[in-house]
């Protein structure tokens, strides 16, 4: 959820008032918002950094405001305030307009065959005549980066670039180059530098060294010029120094490059939603032609409001929505509404999230709470069943039950229980960011035998079981690995009680109403395996199937976890009692 | 027990006395150490209304050992001239006229018992000169009991098989219990306090008449974990930072086909009224294996299944299990956690039946007062967070979050129209560390767990 930070006192005077922090917070629970902290640059520098480096820094309040993911519209102060004043019925929803310059042809971008291969739509658009103050250069310049870090997803799939126009000459082309062809003086640098050197310079950088991987190992690098060969910007890592805008600036040039159109338009509208009403003519923007490689043009930004009926009937429900910056209106057969989605709602796409708006407008919790007549049996799941029955009875037998992770490192269920892994059957993570998440775990035991080694200070003897899944490999299954619900329990003392894990897993199957015996009933023989203490190891056959093994463990496994007395272990596959 | 002789002269000395008496005086005038006295007088006070004592205490003075040396052989100063052979006298030795031995004089009386006839001021020079000690002397004021003989019964400690069968145990008299001392704890097995809130969630969804769901696969395919929950393929939570993606086994290679080109259409291009996200949906993307991120994928392939009936009914699911996060780990925050969620799938639900719902199951759980927040999920809208008013903290809490399910996931999987599905998750480890109060996490799950805490934990009433 990304947080949205504004100045308090700006806020409330785009507001029109003051709100205690218990109003705005009741305003912002309704509106889906969640103020988040009440802070300022000095208290965020003093808790970073400590109180001297706070020294001097700014205690103008701040306000952080969680805005939901999908919402774009509301990740600036002019955002949030349109959004608030029209929910507050402060103000009218804006109707955004493309308009075409007046006097002379659109600003054109070209698009080259080249950047296919790399990064291959473009959209542009231009905010003619616009007046920034310092806070709104910063507000322009900040969601900028709050759209790269969410909808643009680091860059990856939109980057934007923002142009004083008046420094530029158009056409603009947008080409790709080899990383050594392209040179220039790169945003607050001193000299120029080819495109190799920059991504070396970047490397340290702390900000843009995160992007560099987007392009760094394609054979060309995208690059927009103007008509004059001047480098507007070499996306998605940097723009050019000579065209930066500035709190001087008067006409913007705003360019989105990006491997998902669909996203990149939704960029543009949103950077040109947000700032136009700063334009000399407010909530228009300035349209920019597109020529593709194939001769095709578009005209961009796409501004067009799209329009969805929904199938109901009241007046009141237009109202509502009316609220939510989308205008509606009751259709003249009186049982359809017809509602207009702004450009700045890119989160609608279906009639649902009207009706959620409707619902918001109404005010969720002014809902009716109704009981649905839904009428059904319910039904434990057997597994489920058979082991909250089993963990009842483990525990009155005198063992306790513990609660292991179902992730481990390899040595857990390989090395330390003596076995190789590749007889393990053992599902692999393939990013783990430390060793304790490698693999699934195909035991129980390595999480026993580790909350022993966590409890070596509790009093003798510790008789602890666990029922729960493990995860092994399973061509069968479609995702080619199934669970195992397994039951197992460990004895520590010193002496190995072979005998008490015995004995538990006699009363096991009393419980399951097995009888000892062949055939149909249970029985143990003599097995081999490296966990356990060679000749004290056996399987359990329970109805002429193999279900696990119990036996006295390895001292060379009690060693590598840690412990030092002996220790006995039981192992089933309660699956085959269903 | 006490030596039986002293406890009966103990006994006599008590029986001639009319108020009471000191048991320093009787070790005193017995002869015998105070702490045999005191030993006499406890095991007299065990038998009931004997005898009733008083503790008190009094301060003597008593000599110190280099005190009882000058009792003994006089001052240093008195033996320095004493120890002055008789011819040879130094002058000094022509000052002492007569030796008088005041030191001395003044211990003795101590020693004899009689320091109140020294002043206090000489009772403190000799303490600083170390000879002197004040001592504290806990000493009992013994009186007769209600019971009181001189004679003593010996108590039994337990009752015998013996004098249940003689009968004997009505004459005897017992000794009475220690009603203040701990119990021995009985030898038993324990539930983890994690576990035991799970069976409680578990009852409340079977009391509400919800079946519980096949969650028994960790692994899931991104397909079903992501894709038919119409979450796009470029949403952050399906990052290397956020998933744990399998490298063995990489891939899930069985799809039903049809289902999947719905999904991929539905993503790419729209359709079932809505706009669709316009991307290159990608087959290898959902094919990618991981561990599952919520048990809603369980619930999508619920779904699916009950799609493929023939005629549809109603359905009311429930599951707790275990769901996993590549995430920055805290003190409240691990990879893996469990997620409970219930799942109600009809015609015609609503919101109000969502929010309905989900007071029902609040209240089961002693959670009455709730709110709602307008949320943001992929696959739900609306989205609700449940939010309770936490009496303690004075604020609301987030306790979970809700939705209904959208037709973008619900009308691909071959539901019919009408058919809404309403939703609801929360973790299971946030309540159970405020039922226990427990602030780390990993003393309630995983191998770093406290045993003691486990054997300590109590039944889990989530209502009370």
Same mark, same amino acid.
């Given at each position: 959820m990304p947080t949205v930070s504004v100045k308090r006192d700006l806020l409330f005077h785009a507001l029109g008032r003051t709100y205690t922090d218990e109003e705005f917070d009741e305003l912002c629970f309704e509106f889906g918002l969640e103020l988040d902290e009440i802070t300022s640059e000095k208290d965020i520098i003093s808790r970073e950094q400590g109180d001297t480096k706070a020294?001097?820094?700014?205690?103008?309040i701040l306000y952080k405001i969680d805005v939901p993911a999908n919402r774009y519209d509301l990740l600036c102060l002019e955002g949030l305030v349109r959004g608030l004043q029209v929910f507050k019925q402060k103000m009218e929803a804006p109707r955004y307009r493309r308009v075409s310059p007046a006097s002379s042809e659109p600003q054109r971008l070209v698009i080259t065959e080249e950047t296919t291969a790399v990064r291959p739509h473009a959209v542009a658009a231009v905010l003619r005549n616009i007046t920034f103050t310092q806070e709104r250069y910063d507000s322009f310049i900040e969601l900028q980066e709050k759209l790269h870090q969410n909808v643009c997803r680091k860059r990856t799939l939109v980057a934007i670039g923002t142009h004083d126009l008046d420094t530029i000459s158009g056409p603009f082309t947008y080409t790709a180059k080899p990383p050594g062809d392209i040179r220039f003086k790169p945003l607050n640098q001193a000299k120029e530098y080819t495109a190799q050197e920059l991504m070396s310079l970047y490397k340290t950088d702390s900000h843009l060294r995160h992007y560099?991987?987007?392009?760094?190992?394609?054979a060309v690098y995208p690059v927009i010029y103007d008509s004059n060969g001047i480098v507007l910007s070499m996306p998605p890592i940097i723009n050019g120094d000579h065209s930066k805008i500035s709190l001087n600036t008067k006409n913007v040039f705003i360019e989105c490059t990006a491997t998902d159109l669909t996203k990149a338009k939704i960029v543009l509208d949103m950077m040109v939603t947000m700032f136009?009403?700063?334009?000399?003519?407010?909530?228009t923007v300035e349209e920019a032609e597109v020529v593709y490689p194939d001769g095709r043009t578009c005209q961009y930004p796409v501004l067009y409001p799209l329009t969805i009926t929904l199938h109901e009937s009241t007046e009141h429900i237009a109202q509502l929505l009316t609220k939510m910056c989308l205008r509606s209106e009751v259709m003249s057969d009186g049982e359809q509404i017809e509602v207009e989605i702004p450009p700045t709602r890119s989160d609608v796409i279906h009639a649902c999230d009207i009706m959620e708006d409707a619902a918001m407008a109404y005010g969720f919790n002014n809902i009716p709470r109704t009981t649905p007549r839904t009428y059904t049996i319910a039904n434990q799941l057997p597994l489920n069943k058979l082991s909250e029955l089993l963990r009842q009875d483990l525990a009155a037998a005198g063992f306790t039950e513990a609660l292991t992770f179902a992730l481990c490192s390899q040595e857990d269920i390989a090395d330390k229980l003596l076995k190789n892994i590749s007889e393990t059957r053992a599902c692999r993570i393939s990013n783990p960011k430390t060793a304790e998440f490698q693999v699934a775990r195909t035991t129980l035991l390595s999480g026993l035998l580790k909350t022993v080694a966590a409890n070596r200070k509790m009093p003798l003897p510790l008789r602890l079981f666990e029922i729960s899944d493990v995860v092994l490999k399973d061509e069968s299954k479609d995702v080619g690995a199934r669970n195992n619900r397994r039951l197992c329990a460990v004895y520590y003392n010193k002496s190995p009680g072979f005998e008490v894990i015995h004995g538990l897993m006699d009363r096991v199957m009393q419980l399951l109403e097995i009888k000892p015996g062949q055939g149909n009933g249970y029985h143990i023989q003599a097995a081999d395996d490296s966990t356990f203490f060679p000749g004290r190891c056996a399987e359990i056959f329970a109805c002429g199937k193999s279900i696990g093994r119990l036996g006295v463990l390895h001292p060379d496994v009690i060693n590598r976890f840690e412990l030092t007395m002996p220790c006995s272990a039981l192992d089933i596959d309660i699956e085959h009692f269903l | 027990m006490a030596d039986t002789g002293l406890v009966e002269t103990l006994l006599r000395r008590v029986e001639k006395v009319d108020g009471g008496l000191d048991s320093q005086d009787v070790a005193t005038s017995l002869g015998v150490d105070h702490q045999a006295i005191v030993g006499a007088v406890k095991s007299l006070l065990a038998l009931g209304d004997v005898i009733s004592a008083d503790q008190r205490s009094s301060k003597h003075w008593e000599l110190t050992g280099e005190g009882c040396e000058i009792a003994e052989q006089g001052s240093h100063e008195a033996r320095v001239v004493s120890s002055? $052979?008789?011819?040879?006298?130094?002058?000094?030795?022509?000052?002492?006229?007569h030796l008088e031995d005041l030191v001395r004089d003044k211990l003795l009386l101590v020693q004899k018992g009689q320091a109140s006839q020294l002043e206090e001021k000489e009772k403190n020079e000799l303490k600083k000169r170390k000879l002197l000690s004040e001592v504290t002397v806990k000493s009992y004021w013994i009186t007769k009991g209600s019971c009181f003989s001189t004679t003593i019964t010996k108590q039994e400690t337990e009752l015998t098989p013996e004098m249940i069968a003689s009968g004997s145990w009505k004459e005897k008299k017992f000794k009475p219990y220690n009603f203040e001392a701990l119990g021995v704890a009985p030898d038993c097995g324990h539930l983890h306090p994690l576990m035991k809130v799970r069976t409680q969630f578990r009852q409340i969804f079977l009391e509400m008449g919800f079946t519980e769901m096949p969650t028994n696969n960790f692994i899931e395919s991104s397909f079903w974990n992501f894709d038919s929950l119409?979450? $796009?393929?470029?949403?952050?939570?399906?990052d290397q930072h956020d998933t744990f993606f399998l490298s063995d086994p990489a891939q899930a290679h069985e799809f039903p086909q049809d289902y999947l080109e719905r999904v991929r259409k539905v993503h790419s291009e729209g359709g079932f009224g809505s706009q669709g996200y316009k991307y290159d949906w990608k087959i290898e993307e959902a094919q990618k294996n991981i561990l599952r991120t919520h048990t809603t994928a369980v619930s999508a392939r619920m779904l699916y299944k009950l799609a493929q009936q023939e005629k549809f009914t109603p359905v009311k699911y429930f599951s707790i299990d275990r769901v996993f996060r590549n995430e920055t780990l805290d003190a409240t925050h691990l990879a893996e956690f469990h997620q409970i969620e219930g799942v109600v799938a009809d015609y015609g639900l609503t919101l109000g039946d969502l929010m309905g719902i989900l007071h029902q199951f609040f209240n089961k759980l002693g959670i009455t007062k709730l709110r709602f927040k307008p949320a943001y999920n992929p696959?739900?809208?609306?989205s609700m967070e449940v939010f309770s008013y936490h009496e303690g903290l004075k604020k609301w809490v987030e306790v979970g979050n809700s939705g209904m399910f959208r037709p973008e996931m619900l009308l691909p999987m071959g539901l019919p129209e009408g058919v809404t599905v309403i939703a609801w998750g929360l973790s299971l480890e946030r309540p159970t560390m405020i039922k226990y109060g427990i602030n780390n996490i990993r003393e309630l799950v995983g191998h770093k767990v406290n045993l003691q805490m486990v054997y300590d934990s109590p039944v889990c009433r989530l209502d009370s």
């Open positions: 020294e001097g820094a700014s205690d103008v560099l991987h987007i392009i760094e190992d394609e136009c009403e700063y334009c000399e003519e407010p909530f | 002055i $052979p008789e011819e040879g006298m130094p002058q000094s030795q022509l000052m002492v006229e119409f979450q $796009p393929q470029q949403h952050p939570a399906r696959y739900t809208e609306p």
